[in-house]
């Protein structure tokens, strides 16, 4: 359910890494709002348990392979991101760790001892696979950190927390929304295109794998209309993919060379309007990022989201309910709109209040964080690489047990691939650490457990 074309953000992974790192995949994002163009269909017999386990964060852990060995981060889940997903990519091999020996960007902030992590740091997502997709190239620190993305100076010190209902064993297969419901979700997003369904294809478990036996839970729709296909997942997110790429007037500049990218936010503007009705979108926020593939090309997203009424609000649209239009190929034209709100299938459990950023700073230094690499990795980032200061994301995503706010921190680590070191890319990775103060850490894990 996911294209060969991959994000980014709001959390997710951009288009052209895929397509350099591996084959059409399947799967499903969490964060960033992306199911895949892969068709449906047959799944028992093409994918089989390949499809249940895969899923957005396969791609992400494809992706990783391209930098790190050759692994390629990104995000977005990019993002942010918090992630594309959880649980153990393994170890990195002797032969990197070689390589990376005595490699070290210039010194930041010596590590101190590492002290045992908190177990809500092991417990809080599942399927570690997908959340390497997190990572950035870029030439310069100031290029990361010049992102645009929400400001937090204007939060509230309390952020809410939720129960991912549709969260099923790690997989990344979400359920949750019933047939009726994904069926009506598909209807009214035909309607506000201006078009009917006229085919209804589902996806329930039992097609995912033969792990599932009979089960006949819907994980999927595909609904075939005049103008294209909306696919929704059970969780409520969903893409509409056009039959013919909608054009973009002459004025608007979506894509073309690095300096056509200014011209991306009214391009957007006039595509977030056009499609206010689908993306339930009245003032729209808009914005673009990009950072470079191994071959140091940039690679723009592109991104809206619902301007609330509060900062608050603004932070949660951002995260939960972004929109992601993806380019048609050498076209100024959009061919697929991702969009869906994750709060549609999470349940509100309470605001929390946050620790300061120094308090999370400290918590990091100490090892109380959690990420996608290798520790030794990881632990060269943080006692040798230049760290950004942090931000406040969510990590909104299927193998995610609970929506927590994080602060994310970005660190440079040995560069490992060749060509991207000719070029002078550096490798950033993230670093996440739970912006709760530290006393509600325990209650939290609770929370967790209960769910299981």
């Known amino acids: 359910m996911m294209e060969e074309k991959l994000l980014e953000a709001l959390n997710h992974v951009d288009e052209k890494y895929i397509e350099e790192a591996l084959p059409a995949c399947i799967g499903l994002s969490g964060e960033t709002n992306a199911l895949s163009e892969q068709p449906h269909g047959k799944l028992k017999e093409k994918y089989r348990i390949a499809y249940a386990r895969m899923k957005w964060s396969m791609v992400a852990a494809c992706l990783c392979l391209v930098v790190f060995g050759g692994i390629y981060f990104w995000s977005v889940q990019r993002t942010d991101g918090n992630q ?6 393994g170890d990195v091999s002797e032969e990197l760790l070689a390589e ?11 590590i101190v001892e590492v002290a045992e992590k908190h177990a809500l740091l092991e417990n809080l997502e599942v399927d570690v696979w997908g959340g390497a997709g ?23 010190e309390t952020l809410p927390v939720y129960r991912n209902l549709s969260f099923f064993d790690g997989s990344g297969v979400p359920v949750y929304l019933s047939e009726g419901e994904l069926l009506n979700l598909a209807e009214t997003a035909a309607a506000e295109l201006g078009a009917t369904v006229t085919q209804v294809t ?34 409520g997110l969903g893409k509409i993919s056009f039959k013919e790429p909608v054009e973009i007037p002459g004025e608007y500049r979506l894509v073309g060379n690095d300096s056509a990218c200014k011209f991306g936010k009214e391009a957007l503007r006039y595509l977030a ?35 609330g009424d509060t900062a608050l609000e603004s932070f949660l649209n951002y ?13 100024n034209a959009v061919d697929v709109i991702w969009f869906g709100d994750k709060r549609r299938s999470a349940e509100y459990i309470k605001d929390y209040p946050l620790m300061s950023p120094e308090e999370a700073k400290k918590l990091l230094q100490e090892g109380q964080y959690f990420n996608y690499t290798d520790p030794k990795i990881s632990e060269m980032g943080l006692s040798g690489g230049v760290i950004t200061e942090p931000e406040l994301t969510y990590r909104v995503y299927n193998s995610c047990k609970l929506y927590i706010p994080y602060f994310i921190f970005y660190a440079e680590v ?39």
């Open 319 to 331: 995260h939960f309910a972004g929109v992601r239009f993806s380019p048609a190929d050498d076209k």
């Open 273 to 307: 309007e056009r499609y206010a009705d689908l993306l339930s979108i009245e003032e729209a926020v808009v914005f673009t990022n990009y950072d470079y593939n191994i071959h140091g090309d940039r690679n723009y997203t592109y991104h809206a989201y619902e301007q």
């Open 202 to 235: 589902y996806e329930r478990l039992k097609d995912c794998s033969e792990d599932y036996g009979e089960d006949e839970r819907i994980v999927y729709l595909a609904a075939d209309t005049e103008v294209g296909t909306v696919e929704l997942e059970a969780d």
């Open 84 to 89: 594309v997903l959880d649980g153990d990519i």
């Open 414 to 452: 040995p560069q490992t691939n060749s060509e991207a070191e000719s070029l002078g890319l550096k490798d950033y990775i993230p670093y996440y650490v739970p912006a709760i103060q530290r006393a509600y850490w325990d209650e939290v894990m609770e929370l967790i457990q209960i769910k299981e």
């Open 134 to 156: 997190d990572g950035f190239l870029f030439y310069d620190i100031e290029e990361l950190e010049s992102r645009d993305l929400p400001e937090m100076e204007q939060l509230p």
């Open 100 to 110: 990376t020996e005595g490699i070290q960007p210039s010194i930041s902030e010596p």
